[in-house]
């Protein structure tokens, strides 16, 4: 399994007793209405300043990503790819259907931007 990128590593160095009660807490305080999203990249120049985000759970994956998009710049000759557990992530998912599908054991759901050059 490919290492985790620098700010999820950081942050899966808290405890899994700790990860969970912060997310009681949130779903306490947000009626479980909000997903909790970890957002990294091994992508040094993509110089994301957030990580953490609460979305509504209605949300599709298309709009989260163009959220996460606006809020970075590349090339227009690189593509921004989201994975989750290593894998694409379906744009046409609401994100409470891919948190259930793919959540980690500490009940956030982690995604890792990467870059690919493209060309034309």
Known sequence: ??????YIKKFKENSLEKRLNEIKIINKK???????IIVDTFETKLNL???????PKDLKMSHFFSFIRKKISIKPSES????????LVDMNLNLNDIYYLKKSNDDYLYFILTLENTFG
């Open 49 to 55: 300043k957030k990580h953490k985000y609460l979305v």
């Open 30 to 36: 947000y009626l479980n209405t909000k997903i909790p």
């Open 80 to 87: 921004l790819f989201i994975l989750c557990n290593n894998l």
């Open 1 to 6: 399994m490919k290492e985790d990128p620098p």
